[in-house]
């Protein structure tokens, strides 16, 4: 499905389909289909929510639409992607840090890297782990525009198919186990990590991204870093005490625990952003925990001729 009088094409020749892609995520929504739900079932000006907003689909979708968008999602590696596609700073500066980071990258060599599991001299050379190390150390991802839109595109190239990241041979969408990967590696010959300039190759990736410009004219877009069976609470408060309006329509779609598990999948992109080098299941504890609370929340907060859309929920 295309949208052409809405800008939107698959094809990525205008900003607002190039962003889209911004970045590799698990069970995420096809684009066209964000685009055209928004389309048909809201007016620009009209509020959208998406409580479980991944790599913030739906709310991109709708800001580029012009309607106002609040996505909350969990996952830091979901928001990072949301937060810079949503409000994607300037080329230059981005360019800028990267060099910055690309210079700090020399205080990241050998002995910082012998700290690490051996996975990560399979999966990357040594010019590239410093690079990696320096960003890690420096950027600030939560708080600086700038820092966020490099760390995602950062994020975007970390690990994929041979020649199209910044790793050795890898699935794009989801990291697989350390010690599955080693083994693999070594039964293809793959022992040796892809030699790789981070400068030259992450400015090429920013140039393409930024080939036709970023969204303007857009709705406001909020992307929350947050646990959205706590922050419902919060969105409550804005509408029944500062005024707010109340949200047209919901867009989400729920996690599905027994297909992915979005921390455990994410792992490599998650030690970027501050976990430890290596995956773990222990974030489970958000299962479940969201169902009936959220029905009661939007009886609520949605406003009049809301369309309810919970994808895939299991009750
Ligand atoms: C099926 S994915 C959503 C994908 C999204 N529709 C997209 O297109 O990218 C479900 C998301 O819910 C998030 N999630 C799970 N529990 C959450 C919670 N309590 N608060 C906020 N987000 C949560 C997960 O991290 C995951 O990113």
Redesign the pocket.
Same mark, same amino acid.
């Given at each position: 499905m295309v949208l052409i009088d809405n800008q939107w094409q698959r094809n990525y020749q205008n900003p607002i389909g190039r962003w889209a892609g911004v970045g590799p995520?698990y $069970?995420? +929504?096809p684009n066209e289909f $964000?685009f055209d739900v928004v389309h048909r079932f809201t007016n620009p000006g009209d509020r959208v929510l998406?409580? +479980? $907003? =991944? &790599? +913030? !689909? !739906?709310i991109y979708a709708s800001t580029t639409q012009g309607r106002d968008g609040t996505g909350?999602?969990?996952?830091p590696v =979901?928001w990072v992607y949301g937060q810079a596609k949503l409000h994607p700073a300037a080329q230059d500066d981005v360019k800028a840090r990267l060099k910055e980071i690309c210079r700090r990258s020399r205080w990241f060599g050998i002995r910082s890297q012998r700290k690490l599991p051996e996975f990560f001299s399979y999966c990357y050379s040594e010019k590239v782990l410093a690079f990696l190390l320096a960003a890690k150390s420096e950027l600030n991802w939560r708080n600086d525009r700038v820092d966020t839109t490099l760390m995602s595109l950062i994020l975007v190239a970390l690990h994929a198919k041979l020649g199209s990241g910044l790793s050795n041979q890898m699935r794009q969408s989801k990291a697989m186990a350390p010690d599955y990967s080693v083994k693999w590696w070594q039964d293809n010959g793959l022992e040796i990590p892809p030699t790789i300039d981070p400068l030259s190759f992450m400015l090429k990736k920013i140039d393409w991204r930024y080939q036709h410009g970023v969204p303007t004219d857009i709705g406001s877009g909020e992307a929350l870093l $947050?646990? *959205?069976?706590v922050k419902l609470a919060d969105l409550k408060l804005e509408i029944e005490n500062d005024g707010k309006a109340k949200f047209k329509l919901l867009l989400? *779609? @729920? @996690?599905?625990y027994d297909i992915t598990h979005?921390h455990y999948d994410q792992w490599l992109r998650l030690w970027m952003l501050g976990n430890p080098p290596w995956p773990s299941k222990t974030e489970d504890k958000?299962r479940g &925990? +969201?169902s009936g609370s959220l029905a009661k929340w939007l009886s609520y907060n949605m406003g009049q001729g809301h369309l309810g859309h919970l994808i895939g929920q299991r009750s």
């Open positions: 995520y $069970a995420m +929504f $964000a998406d409580p +479980f $907003a =991944g &790599r +913030f !689909s !739906s909350i999602e969990i996952n =979901g $947050a646990d *959205s069976t989400t *779609s @729920p @996690p599905y979005y958000h &925990r +969201f």
